[in-house]
């Protein structure tokens, strides 16, 4: 027995059991379609990039589409191809997340302990936002895998870890690829104030910083320079001036939420993480306790998950997405507190972390669940049956007609379904779709149109117009119709 008790000592502790077990609340991705807004613009992006062969200009619906940098367009590029637009499109928000909960889990393990890296994981994995966020077509979890890999790269860095620095710039670099400056922002301002708050660190600010440099300024320009060659000063505007100086500074009125917008994040965070976050208090460490490489080091990821909080709070632009990098540091505090007082060397099988295993479970029946009723409850699953109707069908031109909701009073973050454009329909179709307000310009368009619209926006007069124009406009009855008609314009 003493012989068998030595030898799983010494067996290396592993957290390749404990990773498979946090994917469990991804499982299901696939099983409903996407949701609009967000992640039907970027579904439909990378089918028209697929579509047109291109690999620097985004496109929607015809158009050049700069809300976002490239990487998830060039993720999800060879995905879609290849695993189809149901598995395909949300594969690189999941493939991010399982990376990042590898990655902050590794640093976990090695800077603190083994059981520390495995609480590390399962906080992650048992966290409902970070569960939801990440079963989603966005930008956010590849921006997360990005900035959680540089910061811990600099933390490398500043202990002397060799090439530690380049590997940090390529990550801040590909950050900058995943949602714009704002990853080289709250880089700098991390360096900066652990400069300030870390005197025992600055000797390790020395030496050359090419490595750093090169690696950044290479994986910027892979796509930034042949972008503004390709468009010149359209996406300056679009993409520099529009989609970042604009949001951050309330220009963009769709994400202002006003001062309600100063509850969000708390809110998130608190919902988002529960029951974790009820720790979150005592995980925080004190400036009190000022000596060690591990209280330094626990600073330090106080103050990465501090600065992207208080970034994100006081930009006027506003989404519940935008505080996800707060998520793996704030984990890792809390891995770190749940383990306190283990051996440095001692990880504890799963079966005796009943409670977070069960939640981690719960939390994916709970995504899994919440999502495929909303897919339902929304209207989406409807709408998509009819453009994959649509698509089969060839038509000269597929028309949304009167999508967007009529009551524009009805601002963001209400609790209402709103209506939308549903820009995931030239995706569902696999062509541009015309967008059309007024039902004149739909007799001109090229004939056949087949036209999806809402059930109260096609009026007797519209058929008498039609009819004066020398068209036939019928209904196509469908099965599932409840939300949504469709309707055939053809010549006499």
Not at 82 to 108: H, K
Request: charged share 15%; proline share 7%; with cysteine.
């Amino acid at each position: 027995m003493e012989g068998e008790a030595g030898r799983d000592q010494a067996r290396p502790a592993s957290l390749w059991p404990t990773l498979l077990v946090a994917f469990l609340p991804f499982l299901g991705w696939w099983t409903y379609g996407l949701f609009d807004l967000d992640e039907g613009f970027y579904g439909s992006v990378v089918a028209e990039m697929n579509r047109r062969h291109e690999w620097i200009t985004p496109y929607y619906n015809g158009h050049p589409w700069f809300e976002k940098p490239i990487l998830l367009y060039w993720v999800g590029k060879p995905l879609m191809a290849a695993f189809g637009d149901a598995v395909g499109a949300r594969l690189p928000s999941v493939l991010a997340a399982i990376a990042t909960m590898a990655l902050i889990g590794w640093f976990a393990k090695r800077r603190f302990s083994p059981a520390a890296g495995q609480m590390t994981i399962l906080v992650l994995g048992g966290s409902l936002f970070w569960v939801l966020a990440s079963r989603m077509m966005i930008a956010d979890p590849l921006l997360v895998l990005c900035e959680t890999g540089a910061m811990i790269a600099f933390w490398e860095s500043l202990q002397g870890s060799k090439g530690a620095r380049a590997w940090c710039g390529l990550a801040v670099g590909f950050g900058t690829l995943a949602k714009g400056p704002v990853a080289i922002f709250l880089f700098a301002v991390l360096a900066a104030w652990t400069y300030w708050r870390e005197p025992d660190c600055r000797k390790g600010f020395r030496g050359g910083w090419l490595g750093f440099w090169a690696a950044l300024l290479v994986s910027v320009s892979c796509w930034y320079l042949p972008a503004y060659l390709q468009n010149g000063y359209t996406f300056i505007d679009n993409f520099f001036i529009k989609q970042n100086l604009e949001r951050f500074t309330g220009g963009d009125t769709a994400h202002n939420a006003g001062l309600v917008g100063l509850l969000i994040y708390p809110a998130t965070l608190f919902v988002g993480m529960f029951p974790w976050s009820l720790k979150l208090v005592k995980a925080w460490p004190r400036r009190s306790q000022d000596s060690g490489e591990d209280v330094r080091l626990k600073r330090y990821v106080a103050s990465w998950a501090g600065i992207v909080f208080i970034f994100f709070t006081i930009s006027s632009a506003k989404l519940p997405s935008y505080v996800l990098p707060c998520l793996p540091p704030l984990a890792l505090l809390l891995g770190v507190y749940t383990t306190e007082g283990l051996g440095p060397r001692e990880i504890r099988p799963l079966r005796s972390l009943v409670g977070p295993v069960i939640l981690v479970v719960v939390v994916g029946v709970l995504a899994q669940v919440g999502f495929s009723i909303w897919y339902d409850k929304s209207g989406q699953r409807e709408l998509h049956s009819m453009a994959a109707y649509v698509a089969n069908q060839s038509p000269a031109t597929v028309a949304a007609y009167q999508m967007p909701r009529r009551d524009h009073d009805l601002g963001t973050l209400k609790p209402k379904i709103q209506e939308t454009s549903h820009p995931s329909l030239p995706m569902v179709v696999n062509r541009p779709v015309l967008e059309v307000e007024k039902f004149d310009d739909l007799l001109h368009a090229p004939l056949p149109v087949m036209i999806l619209t809402r059930t109260d926006r096609i009026q007797p007069y519209d058929f008498a117009a039609a009819k004066r124009a020398g068209l036939n406009l019928e209904e196509l009855p469908r099965p599932d119709e409840a939300n949504y008609k469709l309707f055939l314009l053809t010549s006499h």
